[in-house]
């Protein structure tokens, strides 16, 4: 190919070409705010912005930084390329997350779609927001949250005993905490009585801790996909994840562990269809007041319930 009376190779045209088309497509959104009149920090890192920064720098000192810079507590950032409208004004939070709340209830997604962790109340959208939230917010009245208190006191008792037996020997506070907390999440979202304060190698505890991100024995391959999946996140479409997603496993927690607790789910939804007595765990007054809206029946709760319910309990 010819160029100004050059000789230049196809590939390097090519080549020329498609890293011009990338780095338009990259830096494309960079002048959004410029549009909108919204003050904003310059972004020239394409697909990148200010993601370095973001992930280099605390959450609250890079908030004061930027809300000292943009006095009038409104600015525009970028994650990615994606533009993020940053407020730092009290009243207009108020306005946002309390009164007009209706208008903002979406989040950004963050996970892949039919996955377990989709169906959180933090993922989910509009009226299938609505529709969680409505199931939701009766499991958190004083009334119910009161029932849930012989099963924090079974796990304290237990707790206790664990302290006692140690007869006054050092201890690492923190993992005999953790097995405490362990033990309440067991109980109380998902109704196991599996004291996992005695036995500190059970696989709920594995998996509990890799589905929210605490350290476990492969914590480095754990971080290293964790960081790679917030970051991708933020700077790949939703088509090329999908993609990707074909060959490697996107999801957070790792698939091993989703479909641990999914099962798990299903368990106790068994568990609890075939028992008389009611039980004060999380998931199971959820599906009594799936039941009780008419939507399900009690027998076939399991099939049609099993992700959201593992969702919601972890979250719980």
């Known amino acids: 190919m010819e160029i100004l009376g050059?000789?230049?190779?196809?590939?390097?045209?090519?080549?020329?070409?498609?890293?011009?088309?990338?780095?338009w497509y990259g830096t494309s959104t960079f002048n959004t705010f410029k549009k909108m009149g919204v003050p904003y920090q310059p972004a020239y890192i394409p697909f990148v912005g200010h993601m370095i920064e973001l992930m280099?720098?605390?959450?609250?000192?890079?908030?004061?930084?930027?809300?000292?810079?943009?006095?009038?507590?409104?600015?525009?950032?970028?994650?990615?390329?994606?533009?993020?409208?940053k407020v730092a004004d009290a009243e207009f939070v108020k306005e946002v997350t309390i009164k007009e709340f209706?208008?903002?209830?979406?989040?950004?997604?963050?996970?892949?779609?039919?996955?377990?962790s989709d169906n959180s109340i933090v993922s989910t959208t509009s009226d299938h927001w609505k529709h969680v939230r409505t199931i939701l917010a009766p499991t958190f009245t004083s009334g119910k949250l009161k029932q849930m208190y012989p099963v924090i006191q079974r796990c304290s008792q237990r707790f206790v005993k664990?302290?006692?037996?140690?007869?006054?020997?050092?201890?690492?506070?923190?993992?005999?905490?953790?097995?405490?907390?362990?033990?309440?999440?067991?109980?109380?979202?998902?109704?196991?009585?599996?004291d996992v304060q005695e036995t500190t190698d059970h696989e709920f505890i594995y998996h509990a801790k890799k589905f929210f991100g605490l350290p476990t024995d492969?914590?480095?391959i754990t971080r290293i996909k964790s960081f790679f999946n917030i970051l991708s996140s933020f700077l790949l479409s939703k088509f090329i994840k999908d993609f990707l997603g074909?060959?490697?496993?996107?999801?957070?927690?790792?698939?091993?562990?989703l479909n641990y607790l999914e099962e798990l789910t299903h368990a106790v939804l068994d568990q609890?269809?075939?028992?008389?007595?009611?039980?004060?765990?999380?998931?199971?007054?959820?599906?009594?007041?799936?039941?009780?809206?008419?939507?399900?029946?009690?027998?076939?709760?399991r099939m049609t319930r099993g992700k959201t319910w593992t969702t919601q309990g972890t979250t719980y």
């Open 272 to 301: 609890n269809k075939d028992q008389i007595e009611k039980r004060n765990d999380f998931i199971s007054m959820c599906a009594d007041k799936v039941v009780d809206l008419g939507e399900v029946d009690k027998d076939s709760i």
């Open 218 to 220: 492969d914590r480095i």
């Open 102 to 116: 209706s208008s903002f209830m979406n989040r950004r997604p963050v996970v892949e779609e039919d996955s377990i």
């Open 6 to 23: 050059l000789e230049v190779p196809l590939w390097v045209s090519l080549t020329t070409i498609i890293l011009s088309l990338l780095y």
């Open 56 to 85: 280099t720098t605390s959450m609250s000192d890079h908030q004061e930084k930027y809300a000292k810079k943009f006095p009038g507590k409104v600015y525009g950032m970028f994650q990615g390329r994606t533009p993020v409208l």
């Open 162 to 194: 664990h302290l006692k037996s140690t007869n006054g020997g050092p201890i690492v506070i923190k993992d005999y905490a953790s097995g405490y907390t362990m033990d309440v999440i067991a109980s109380t979202a998902f109704g196991l009585d599996l």
């Open 246 to 257: 074909l060959f490697v496993d996107m999801s957070y927690s790792g698939l091993e562990t």
